[in-house]
């Protein structure tokens, strides 16, 4: 990734330098990531509308399997970068509040908060115990934590819900999935689309964007005042 010296930001907590340097670099590479998936995708949907317009019927049972194989693929393949996603984001959240928890001995500890999920116990810490000025990315952290529900489903039953589940999930209202009906009853499975991940890198963005300064702001009312 190139930098030029517009980028270049002064902290007064010079930690922030790397982890800052250390973001930007995760962005792009999610971005870079996203964009070679769908890029694969779509050659390998060429190929395979290619095969079936030139088929005289012989290779019908074979290439209709391999759509099958096609669109299996992309469901894992979109699971897949969903979990990565959060993991990393939810990652250097930990690594942050990590770092301020040994910056600043205060009394309230990590390990001492209690919540639903990791991500909720993060940003609970630094705006309860840092005790820093979330509003700017408050907005963003509600639809992230939208699409952590939906990264759960995901993870603990490869994205197959309940009746249940699917009204749990429909209400988080993310025109970028659908809910698919399967062959088991009253089962259902969590499809997410190309534009949910441009969403999804865009909420993450935004909150490392508002992240770093509100970080830098805290630390310079604690330390140098």
């Excluded at 996203?34 to 290619?50: G, M, P, R």
């Excluded at 309940?162 to 809910?179: C, H, P």
């Amino acid at each position: 990734m190139m930098y030029s010296f517009n980028d270049i930001v002064t902290y007064n907590w010079m930690e922030l330098k790397i982890f800052s340097v250390e973001i930007s670099d995760s962005t792009y590479t999610f971005n870079k990531l996203l964009l070679n998936l769908n890029e694969s995708l779509a050659n390998i949907k060429l190929k395979h509308k290619t095969e079936v317009a030139e088929d005289d019927g012989s290779e019908q049972a074979l290439l209709q399997l391999e759509e099958l194989v096609i669109n299996e693929l992309e469901k894992q393949q979109h699971y897949a970068y969903c979990l990565a996603a959060h993991s990393s984001f939810e990652g250097k959240l930990k690594r942050i509040c990590n770092k301020i928890e040994t910056e600043f001995n205060f009394k309230i500890k990590l390990a001492d908060l209690n919540g639903g999920n990791d991500l909720k116990k993060f940003y609970n810490y630094l705006e309860k115990v840092f005790e820093m000025d979330v509003r700017k990315m408050e907005t963003a952290y509600k639809s992230i934590c939208k699409h952590k529900i939906v990264r759960n489903k995901i993870t603990h039953n490869n994205g197959i819900i309940s009746i249940d589940e699917k009204s749990e999930v429909s209400k988080l209202n993310l025109k970028e999935l659908t809910i698919e009906s399967i062959e088991e009853k009253d089962m259902f499975q969590i499809k997410l689309n190309k534009d949910y991940f441009s969403v999804l890198n865009e909420n993450i963005s935004s909150f490392y964007k508002e992240l770093i300064p509100a970080i830098d702001e805290r630390y310079k009312i604690l330390k140098l005042n």
